[in-house]
């Protein structure tokens, strides 16, 4: 068979992944590092489970759960039982806190890292593996836990870069929208499952308010709404009153948290649970203002809702505050860039008891791209020294001068590609944005010397009109080879 | 329906993975970065893909080719093409330098670290998923680039803590091994695809002499191995003085790799690709040797050829020459904690066009439990400052002194199980190594003080006979409540 007749596999990411490079990926370690020591002072340890959990143990939580895929990456393991790759951290954490409950802390309280998986359609910035950076507590049943969650997702943002007044960490309590709920008519105290339903299509409706409008959320509430592509979404059947009194949850924010509570409140009337939120959401407020986190920083807002439908009390979510300019170069607020809320449930499907728990996901990903829209990400790493090959023959020789710049904890290395045009060799350091390149021929050998080039200052005398500004530094300089590392660290330090 | 008759899911890890805890996660993430420090420092990039790839990008090359599942987790995608999870860091790798080949820079060298995935039968400390962590260069044919693989593995093995005498990088050559095989008949220099699968069992043969002695490979150089389930393995059908030509290059070391290469060189003879082999070799030792790394970290051995079938030029491998105890107590080596070598058709296999290519794999949960079965692992880390709650009530104040504690960079937490047993809150600073307990009921709030319980002291003292060691220090302090952050770092000093 000839060359040309094989088929050759494609050389591509699959659809909706994408591939990391260098900076790109010891940004976000950097950032995960910051956070996860934040999470370690709080007092929360590590738990790192597999990319793999069965199907069972997943569930189904996430918010579409109407599509036919589900959401996840599926397939039968040898046994026939179905193997999945987990779309969050939560899922795998409830599975821990119910197979080693016996042997765990309680509370226990837990952070974890790293990539999730969603079988989604995969747009523009949205990829179908990501980073995840959580922390809950399982456990722990008063809302100290929920405070402290809060407390420590408004120090991580700080630590990593968000200065306060760019942020703002928005607490609310599920309890209170069921409170409004039962005063509409779609609670039913005596039968929570009844109006489920209902109570899922308000839900995920307010979740969207950003996005639809008050318009929309409306239509949502009552008979429902035809989007641009002429799909309709039925609605939750809520009457003018009832998606008035709903409406009014939402927009129930005032200039004070004890304005909002009161408020609050006014709207959840004589409903016992929602009382209970209003009463909880007070707590809250009050504990964090006990370690200094006032208004500035985390602010009670019915306006939050989340999404999930496993949430049983306190949510919260932080918003960057600060606009950005988007794909169109109109401005907006970038918006949230962490969740969570308490979710009294998830254990108890493998244990049957209630095991009350509260976290918080950071997504890294947006996170980076808010610093990075702001110019806030970390300056671009310097490359690597660059030792030249000159005499194809001497390699030893270079690999001898790379070996002491390492030792000397130089980032440095030797060019290994042909050496036979050296104008490549000067066009690679350029592309490894190499700060100092390092060069022998055969008359420097002999001489004991070695030739040095300031790449970093060729650079701006490249750009610059005039040499005046740089006339005192040399864009290359000859050392003597014994004072190599000496030389280059000079040259790195300038 | 009854509660009792509901089916709970099983709250297990999936068969063949684990789950991993605290230090086990903090102590595989200090070693990925310590090892990633060096790769950085030797001008390596980092790169990240994703979990998952097409089928087609992944290739078969895992070495047992031939099961059935072919070592994979597989699924088909919603458009009916094949995803899998990577089986390893090389994979992607070609495929990322065939898609972006324009624009990395040539040489590419780049540095990787993350979870691989093996649908294997899981065995006992055998798991489906594991960490790797590489550095490949690739677009470069010089054996420079191997010689600085080397003694960069030889560096990383040193900064994660194993000493110079601890190991060894044992570097071989496949020309050799091809080499010797045209000796003795087995390669038809004119028609390297013909005796391709003698040559793979052969290979495969020679990578398991450790477990099968002498007799277990000639057996599978010549008609084939019965082994003691019964199960019968086709050997390579080499007649004696055929096998008799292979042993005697597994065992050609000798004293100095001067007498090994002199050794190699006759058993090649007249083979060309074997002279270019034993002349790689030579070359490669001189390079390391220009470097300072001698035969004391890196030596020249034909035992090792790496089961893998696609390398094609110089292979390496880091053994662990300290004994440590099985789990039936006997005594043994630990053995290889990474191997690699120059694979040269790989990303070939995208482009047509051949790019030569050359990287190691550190096996980074192995290289762990031979730092664990030294006893060099780090310190178990010490737990949180735990403060207590006699007073449900007090949270806030409670919670205001972890506020402070945290802010002065102390690991703490506030208690936040149900507070009424307070036997059930010093049980818990226990689980968690808290060093110092923070107490405060409502007769010490009306003092102003504080208490601090000094639980390292207090385990200490539960221990020794006597009390004499330590009287002058309290395990017990009440300090005003304003000095509450001075007094712990003071406690936690000692």
Redesign the interface.
Known sequence: MS?GK?R????????G??????????ER?AMLDAIGAVY????F??????????V??L?KFLPDVDRP?EGV???K???DSW?A?RYDLTAPLA??A???RNDL???Y?RYAMG?V?R?EKPGPGRF??FYQCDAD?V??G?V??D??IC?MLS?ALETVGIPRGDYVVKVNNRKVLNGVMEVAGVLDPKDPAKFEAERGIVLRAIDKIDRLGDGGVRALLGEGRKDESGDFTKGAGLNAEQAEVVMGFVSAKRDTGAETVARLRELVGTSAIGEEGVSELEQIA??L????YGPDRIVIDPGVVRGLGYYTGPVYEAELTFEILDEKGRKRQFGSVAGGGRYDDLVK????QAVPATGVSIGVDRLLAALRAKGRAAAEAA??V?VTVMDRDR???Y??M??EL?QA??????Y??NPKNFGNQLK?AD??ASPVAVIQGSDEAARGVVVLKDLVLGAKIAQSATLEEWKDRPAQLEVARADLVAAVQKMLAQ
Request: cysteine-free; overall charge negative.
């Open positions: 060359e094989i050759r596999p494609k050389a591509e990411t699959p659809k992944f994408r591939d990391y490079f260098g900076t790109e990926v010891t370690k370690h002072r709080y007092g340890e590590a738990l790192e489970t597999s990319g793999v959990e069965t069972e143990a569930g895929n990456f599926a397939w393991d040898e046994d193997m790759l599975r821990v119910a197979q080693y802390p309680s509370p309280r990539p998986w079988n179908r593996q507590t456990g722990s008063s100290a836990a405070a402290e407390a120090d009050s504990l203002e006990a370690q200094g499907r493998f244990t049957g490359g690597p660059v390699m030893a020789d690999m001898a790379v070996g390492r904890g130089i980032r440095a290395e030797v290994l590609g690679y592309k490894r």
